[in-house]
């Protein structure tokens, strides 16, 4: 299962939990490995790079099919592999961005 809590720039947070079949160092890497990302983030042959360490930053590009390119880039503050991710979420033109938390527990045997 992984928990992500978003607390956007308003003071708000959302938090969503959602259960995998896999286990969790296979559900870390499909969340931050490039090639894992470009196989279920964007469908528009995105561009992904990952520096995975805290203070890398990454960033996802693609070509929207109605037009223009969409990305997003930020930094990784925290990486627990295979536990936890802290991460800052900016838009391209956007001028504040989300801090995201994301934990990843295993559940069941």
């Known amino acids: 299962m992984i928990q992500t809590d978003i607390a956007v720039a308003t003071g708000t947070t959302v938090r969503i939990s959602r259960r995998f079949a896999a286990p969790r ?10 090639g894992d990302l470009a196989e279920w983030w964007w469908p ?4 992904i790079t990952v520096d995975l360490r805290p203070g890398g930053a990454y960033r996802y590009t693609a070509d929207h099919p109605k037009g223009g390119t969409i990305a997003i880039s930020g930094e990784f503050l925290v990486v627990e592999p295979p536990a936890r991710l802290v991460y800052t979420w900016v ?11 994301v934990e990843f527990h295993q559940r069941g045997g």
């Open 44 to 47: 528009w042959n995105p561009t």
């Open 25 to 34: 160092d296979r559900v870390f890497r499909a969340w931050t490995e490039p």
């Open 91 to 101: 838009w391209d033109g956007e001028a504040h961005g989300t801090r995201v938390s």
